[in-house]
């Protein structure tokens, strides 16, 4: 189907992010700039991968519904039916 998320890259992305937040108290200002746009990259690639994730999701909710709009529940329903009436009249 589609562009799969992989969660294991999303998840280092996020532990970088979230170390690189720990270090920007003893940054010297000159280092912020380079952290902080680093931050930014981390953020996209987080971000694309979250996107990725609902995308490879709404491809399978259609495939699905595809599926099922193929297939025919009528004779269950029928069976269901008969067994329900039966239960009725037995309980009559």
């Known amino acids: 189907m589609g562009e799969e998320p992989d969660i294991e ?8 992010l ?6 920007l108290d003893g940054m ?3 280092g912020l700039v ?3 746009e680093r931050a ?6 987080i971000n694309a991968g979250i996107e990725a994730g609902i ?5 399978e909710e259609r495939a699905l519904e595809e599926l099922l709009d193929g297939i025919s529940f009528g004779p269950f329903d029928e069976a269901l039916r008969e067994l329900e009436e039966r239960g ?4 009559a």
């Not at 890259?9 to 970088?16: S, Y």
């Open 88 to 91: 009725e009249e037995e309980g």
């Open 40 to 45: 930014v990259e981390l953020l996209g690639e």
């Open 18 to 23: 979230e170390r690189l937040a720990e270090s």
């Open 55 to 59: 995308g490879a999701t709404g491809e």
């Open 34 to 36: 380079e952290a902080l």
């Open 9 to 16: 890259r999303i998840e280092e992305r996020v532990g970088e």
């Open 28 to 30: 010297p200002d000159e």
